[in-house]
C-alpha cells in the first residue's frame, strides 16, 4: 500500500504565500507523476500542476507565473509554492501520486491525499 502525508495548508492574506508539502510512503518502487489539485465549495475537482518523473511540469493557466511544482525523489515528496494568492485560490487541495509499488508482485497505484485547506482572505 501507498500513503500520502500532506501538508501546509492554512490562512493567508492576499499577495501572501504558502508551501505545500505531500510526502508518500510504503513499497514504492518508482513513482511516475506527481500532482496537485483543488476542489472549492460547489465547484469540480480541477488540476492545478503535475510533474513527471523527468520534471516535466504543466500548469492550470489560472496560477501559471504564480505556483511551482517541485519534487524530491529521494524524499518520494511532492511541493506546490503558491504565491501571489487570491481569493479565487480558496479550496481543498489534493495531492496524487501515480506510480508502482511492491506486493510480491509489481503493481500500479494512483492514490490521493486526505487534502489540506488553503483560505485566502482579501
Known amino acids: 500500500q501507498v500513503q500520502l502525508v500532506e501538508s501546509g495548508g492554512g490562512l493567508v492574506q492576499a499577495g501572501g504565500s504558502l508551501r505545500l508539502s505531500c510526502a508518500a510512503s510504503?513499497?514504492?518502487?518508482?513513482?511516475?507523476?506527481m500532482g496537485w489539485y483543488r476542489q472549492a465549495p460547489g465547484k469540480q475537482r480541477e488540476l492545478v500542476a503535475v510533474?513527471?518523473?523527468?520534471?516535466?511540469?504543466n500548469y492550470a493557466d489560472s496560477v501559471k507565473g504564480r505556483f511551482t511544482i517541485s519534487r524530491d525523489n529521494a524524499k518520494n515528496t511532492v511541493y506546490l509554492q503558491m504565491n501571489s494568492l487570491k481569493p479565487e485560490d480558496t479550496a481543498v487541495y489534493y495531492c496524487?501520486?501515480?506510480?508502482?509499488?511492491?506486493?510480491?508482485?509489481?503493481?500500479?497505484?494512483?492514490?490521493w491525499g486526505q487534502g489540506t485547506q488553503v483560505t485566502v482572505s482579501s
Open positions: 496524487n501520486v501515480y506510480g508502482t509499488y511492491y506486493t510480491g508482485r509489481y503493481e500500479v497505484f494512483n492514490t
Open positions: 510504503g513499497s514504492i518502487r518508482s513513482i511516475n507523476t
Open positions: 510533474i513527471t518523473s523527468v520534471s516535466n511540469t
